[in-house]
């Protein structure tokens, strides 16, 4: 069984487009994740919801909204999408979040978004 | 500004040998730091975490060492194999959860 999974793997889109990626974790954890990782290799946190309610929000385009119906789905909707929007997104999850939890953080497999 | 550095080029070691990663940062406090494996088209895989107060944590053929003075963690692979071949991320913690990953250090395991 896969803990956490995205869909779709791959998207690729036109500018200005509007699109979503759907995240859903069964592993009972309370927090989701969204992260990026561009290019370079570099991944960097975008939000992070704890029992659907928004904990991280990181300096992020307002065009990103990421939505949570449940604890055990964290979607991500991109509106007008940007050439420099392209990047592998992962969805994660995790235990509980607090000020030290050191808990162990759960990826999804990614969705490599291709903005053309 | 806080900043995490791992060797961005790529480790060639032979098989059997042990593989050492470096991770430093700076202008950070860390209460603890992970180690992740990252294989080409997947998502990172947590290996091992290390708390400040702890010096040394092992797992298996895995090693990893937290100097908070030196600000520096070690990731050792002892007795490498082919399949260790990977980018090795680290972490840090910046409370509440919120991961702040290094580059990752591509380690190349040759027969």
């Known amino acids: 069984d896969t803990a956490v999974s995205q869909t779709p793997k791959y998207l690729v889109t036109q500018m200005g487009n509007d699109k979503s990626i759907k995240c859903e974790q069964n592993l009972g954890h309370d927090t989701m994740y969204w992260y990026k990782q561009d290019s370079k290799k570099f991944l960097k946190i975008m939000f992070s919801y704890n029992n659907k309610e928004l904990i991280i929000n990181e300096t992020v385009p307002n065009r990103f909204s990421p939505k949570s119906p449940d604890k055990a789905h964290l979607n991500l909707h991109i509106n007008s999408l940007e050439l420099g929007d392209s990047a592998v997104y992962f969805c994660?999850?995790?235990?509980?979040?607090?000020?030290?939890?050191?808990?162990?953080?759960?990826f999804g497999e990614g969705s490599w978004l291709t903005v053309v | 500004s806080q900043k995490i550095e791992q060797n961005s080029e790529a480790l060639n070691i032979q098989e059997g040998k042990t593989a050492t990663l470096t991770c430093n940062y700076t202008n950070y406090s860390p209460a603890y730091l992970q180690w992740y494996r990252q294989d080409p088209g997947r998502g990172p895989v947590f290996l091992l975490l290390?708390?400040?107060?702890?010096k040394e944590k092992r797992k298996e053929r895995l090693k990893v060492t937290f100097d908070t003075t030196l600000k520096q963690s070690l990731f050792h692979i002892t007795a490498s194999q082919p399949a260790d071949s990977a980018t090795y991320l680290c972490?840090?913690?910046?409370?509440?959860?919120?991961?702040?990953f290094g580059t990752g250090t591509r380690l190349l395991v040759s027969p």
């Open positions: 290390i708390r400040e107060n702890e």
């Open positions: 994660a999850s995790s235990q509980a979040t607090g000020t030290v939890t050191g808990n162990t953080i759960y």
């Open positions: 972490a840090l913690d910046r409370g509440f959860q919120k991961l702040v």
